[in-house]
């Protein structure tokens, strides 16, 4: 018993002195997952920790590199482990399940009003489910088309710009002047169909998830959400303006064959920009154009880029500071520079050096204003509808396998089943 009791002791004494992010020897210690990938990216992450770290000796912060194409199940096993990383960079639309889960800390009363003002209230809204917030966002990608200029010109196209956009008619009869013999006028790359369709139809009033008063989402598929579709469809199966074997890849698989002239147009995410000025041949004349707008002008949905905090984080106050930190405006520019995408904040997007010709950023810029949440950011589920029922709907409607009342269908019938459960 003796022994027993002393082996007692000992435990108590270890735990009394030791907690998770924090030696009594030393600083506060919070690990930083970050998803940053591309290579400037990263080097900017890296420095303004490196910067964080000698200006704040009594709060170290940890880089742990982590990956977009696992972090969900990534960081769902570490939540469920209790060995989540303190500050974690995610996207808006994989956050709802977390907060909801209890996994997130509500950062509402803990966020300086600097950052809170700086950042668009509707821009906020993407990181709030039910009545806290659960993240920062700070980063965003519209999307955008990227264009052979020379192609462009020599069919007579009109060049569209963020004053003058095409609607969706006009860039349907714009691709068709742009094709011929071999040759596409646009190429759509849609192995994730899901996000880039419901993203896009924000601009023709899609919602496509309708709430009612009790709060209970479900889907109704109308003609605002058809008009999209109903596009890449009618390119594909009807005009012959866009090639059915780009459906299944990725953004970088077109580029290839966007170079070498097979299409005149691709639809991407603003950060591709990187990967066509690095890869682009010599004397390749390209150019950023505004995606087509509908009955909501040039509206597009996004889920931008976070940071949260974790719910068992036993230092949620420096971690809010260090992400404040890592979110000044000359701080934000710089990370977004290194991604090639959008700050958030309203004091570093005025930044001049967002707003040059030069690569497209201009073009980008002016298309802020006009990004809204994802349609989907907000609904518990949305991880689950989106890979059993929408995804698959989607690339059998695109490919021609359905038509547009078996897709309808499928999404409100099969897409409500699955939300269903998540709302009792």
Request: net charge neutral; with cysteine; glycine share 10%.
């Given at each position: ?127 709030a489910f039910g009545t806290g ?46 094709s011929g013999p071999g040759r596409y006028g646009v ?238």
């Amino acid at each position: 018993m003796r022994t027993l009791a002393k082996a007692l002791a000992v435990l108590l004494l270890l735990a009394g002195c030791t907690s998770p992010g924090h030696r009594d020897d030393g600083p506060v210690v919070l690990r930083f997952q970050s998803l940053a990938w591309q290579q400037e990216s990263v080097a900017a992450n890296k420095e303004l920790v490196r910067r964080w770290n000698a200006g704040h000796p009594g709060v170290k912060v940890e880089y742990v590199q982590g990956s977009w194409d696992s972090v969900h199940d990534q960081l769902l096993t570490s939540f469920e482990g209790g060995e989540a990383p303190d500050v974690i960079h995610d996207a808006s639309d994989d956050l709802a399940d977390f907060a909801y889960g209890g996994y997130l800390a509500d950062l509402t009363g803990l966020l300086p009003a600097r950052l809170t003002s700086d950042i668009p209230r509707g821009t906020w809204r993407t990181a709030a489910f039910g009545t806290g917030v659960y993240g920062v966002p700070f980063l965003q990608e519209p999307r955008v088309l990227i264009a052979n200029t020379d192609r462009l010109r020599a069919a007579k196209v009109r060049i569209p710009t963020p004053g003058h956009p095409w609607t969706w008619g006009e860039f349907r009869e714009a691709a068709r002047r742009l094709s011929g013999p071999g040759r596409y006028g646009v190429a759509w790359p849609l192995k994730e169909p899901v996000s880039a369709t419901l993203n896009l139809s924000l601009s023709a009033g899609g919602r496509l998830f309708h709430r009612d008063a009790d709060g209970k989402v479900t889907v109704r598929f109308t003609g605002a959400d058809a008009v999209v579709p109903r596009t890449v469809h009618d390119q594909v199966a009807v005009d012959h303006s866009a090639p059915a074997s780009t459906l299944g890849s990725g953004g970088s698989d077109t580029l290839p064959g966007f170079f070498a002239g097979r299409y005149a147009m691709v639809p991407l995410g603003f950060s591709y920009r990187q990967q066509i000025v690095q890869q682009a041949p010599e004397g390749f004349h390209w150019a950023v154009l505004p995606a087509p707008a509908g009955a909501a002008g040039l509206t597009q949905g996004v889920s931008p880029q976070t940071l949260s905090v974790s719910a068992d984080c036993p230092h949620k106050k420096e971690a809010v500071a260090f992400i404040d930190y890592l979110l000044r405006p000359g701080n934000m520019v710089r990370v977004a520079l290194g991604d090639w995408l959008l700050p958030t904040g309203r004091q570093a997007l005025g930044d001049p050096a967002l707003h040059t010709a030069e690569h497209g950023w201009a073009t980008g810029t002016a298309l802020a204003a006009r990004l809204r949440p994802a349609p989907a950011q907000a609904v518990r589920g949305y991880p689950e509808w989106k890979d059993k029922v929408a995804t698959p709907a989607f690339q059998e409607y695109y490919s021609g396998a359905i038509g547009l009342g078996e897709l309808r269908r499928r999404l409100e019938r099969d897409g409500d089943l699955v939300l269903a459960r998540y709302q009792r």
